[in-house]
C-alpha cells in the first residue's frame, strides 16, 4: 500500500463514497415508493383469496377494471354505500365510489423513485470518470487492472440502473 500514488487511493476512495451514496439514494428511493403506495390504503384491508379490499366500514371494493399486461387492477367501492357513508368526506369526493389502483409492476412509475435512480445514475458515472482517468494514469499495471475490474462493474449497474429508468426493465 505504501508504493500506491496517494492519488489513485483517494480517488478510490472518493468514487467508493460517490457508490456508497448513489446506494443509499437508491434505498430512499424504494423506502419513498414502497411508503408512498401504503398512504392511499392506510385503514384498508387487501383480501387476497377473494381478491377485494375492505374499507374501515366493512364496506367492500371489487375489481371493475383489469389490465394483465400492465398489472393494473382497479377497485370500486358501492357508489350508494358510500355515498351515504359517514367517512366519505375523509375518504373519497368521488360520487362513483371509492376507487383503490394496485399496480403490480416493479417498474420505475413514481417520480421520487425516478429521481433518486437519476441521481444514482449520475453519481456511478462520476465516480466511473474519476476510475477511468486514474486507470489512464497510473503506471501500475496491477493496479490498473483492478481499476478497469472496478469499473467494468459499475459500467453494468449503471447500465442495469438505467435500463429500468428508461422503463424498458423492471425494477430488481
Same mark, same amino acid.
Given at each position: @500500500? ?8 483517494? @480517488? ?19 423506502? %419513498? ?21 375492505? *374499507? ?9 377494471? &383489469? ?14 354505500? *358510500?355515498?351515504? *357513508? ?25 417520480? @421520487? ?6 441521481? &444514482? ?23 490498473? %487492472? ?14 442495469? @440502473?438505467?435500463?429500468?429508468? &428508461? ?6
Amino acid at each position: @500500500m505504501s508504493n500506491l500514488p496517494i492519488e489513485v487511493i483517494f @480517488m478510490s476512495g472518493y468514487a467508493i463514497i460517490l457508490s456508497l451514496i448513489a446506494w443509499i439514494l437508491e434505498l430512499a428511493g424504494l423506502h %419513498a415508493h414502497r411508503r408512498s403506495t401504503k398512504v392511499s390504503v392506510i385503514g384498508f384491508t387487501y383480501h387476497p383469496e377473494r381478491d377485494v379490499w375492505q *374499507c374501515p366500514q366493512d364496506q367492500h371494493l371489487f375489481p371493475v377494471f &383489469s389490465d394483465p399486461v400492465k398489472g393494473k387492477v382497479i377497485y370500486r367501492g358501492n357508489a350508494a354505500t *358510500c355515498n351515504a *357513508c359517514r367517512s366519505k368526506v375523509a375518504c373519497t369526493d368521488s360520487k362513483n365510489g371509492r376507487e383503490i389502483t394496485r399496480e403490480e409492476t416493479g417498474e420505475l412509475q413514481f417520480g @421520487m423513485q425516478r429521481f433518486h435512480r437519476a441521481i &444514482s445514475v449520475t453519481l456511478l458515472l462520476l465516480a466511473s470518470a474519476i476510475l477511468a482517468v486514474e486507470s489512464f494514469r497510473t503506471d501500475i499495471q496491477s493496479l490498473r %487492472a483492478v481499476l478497469v475490474c472496478v469499473l467494468v462493474l459499475f459500467s453494468a449497474v449503471i447500465f442495469r @440502473m438505467i435500463k429500468a429508468l &428508461s422503463g424498458t426493465s423492471q425494477l430488481q
